[in-house]
């Protein structure tokens, strides 16, 4: 790729605003971990909690789960993830917002409706953590 000056202040992100040097050390620790692995923590990162399943993640991405375990493995060594209760979270909240500033609005909405669809057909038989109702 190519690196562009300017572009990521347009506000279309909606969240807070962060201070520049924040993303950058966030993008600078993301750029040791490959394409594939900063795709599998821009997914995570928009699913709105610090926790997140790998498998889960997995299925938003169509990568094999081990796969996914894997860049998730690099990122902790990284300082990007820590484990939380079995499950990977991100290091701190700037770390997820950082993500999200970084990943195009567009981008983001297909990681939302791919998470939405994982979720309903979850793999393994695992209840996800959504609303779901049962048919009475």
Not at 13 to 23: D, I, Q, T
Not at 29 to 43: K, M, Y
Request: hydrophobic content about 40%; overall charge positive; some cysteine.
């Amino acid at each position: 790729g190519g690196g562009g000056a300017g572009g990521g202040r347009d506000g279309a992100g909606g969240g807070e605003w962060l201070p520049e040097a924040v993303p950058a050390i966030v993008l600078g620790r993301l750029r040791g971990l490959g394409e594939q692995g900063r795709q599998v923590l821009r997914a995570a990162g928009v699913l709105g909690s610090a926790a997140f399943d790998p498998v889960l993640i997995a299925e938003m991405l169509g990568l094999p789960p081990q796969e996914v375990a894997g860049h998730c493995e690099r990122a902790l060594r990284r300082g990007l993830l820590v484990v939380s209760r079995g499950s990977y979270a991100f290091a701190n909240d700037l770390t997820r917002e950082a993500l999200n500033a970084t990943t195009p609005a567009p981008t983001r909405l297909v990681y939302q409706l791919r998470a939405r669809c994982a979720l309903l057909v979850s793999p393994c038989g695992t209840p996800s953590a959504q609303d779901v109702t049962p048919s009475r």
